[in-house]
């Protein structure tokens, strides 16, 4: 049986980005660990349970360049609460993508990171 990442259906990239996320109960600013086209890791003491509905909003800024605004609906697909082993935080999977062309971009992001790292 094949690991996780071969599974995934977008590459992601280990990146950190403040991110405002609201859920159910809560409304903060929390920071990404990686990001994918498909969705995104934050790292939060305040998860919401599997299947819950959650909004996204954040900013890439590639040096001065250009800035885009994304604004994403989503799924928790796993959330994991503060005092595990790992570190605390959901697994959103994107539903909604706002602006339409937000998932390219994404995912254009995160192959430039990928050229970048390789390079």
Do not use: C
Request: glycine content about 10%.
């Amino acid at each position: 049986m094949g690991s996780f990442d071969e599974k995934r259906q977008y590459k992601r990239a280990f990146v950190k980005l403040r991110v405002e996320v609201r859920g159910r109960s809560f409304w903060q600013y929390v920071e990404t660990r990686d990001i994918s086209a498909g969705g995104m890791f934050v790292s939060t003491d305040k998860v919401e349970p599997a299947n819950a509905k959650i909004e996204v909003m954040f900013e890439f800024d590639e040096g001065g360049k250009e800035k885009k605004i994304i604004h994403a609906e989503g799924v928790v697909q796993w959330s994991r609460p503060a005092g595990t082993a790992e570190a605390a935080g959901m697994g959103i999977m994107f539903t909604k993508v706002f602006p339409s062309s937000g998932k390219e971009y994404i995912d254009r992001y995160v192959k430039n990171l990928e050229e970048q790292k390789n390079a």
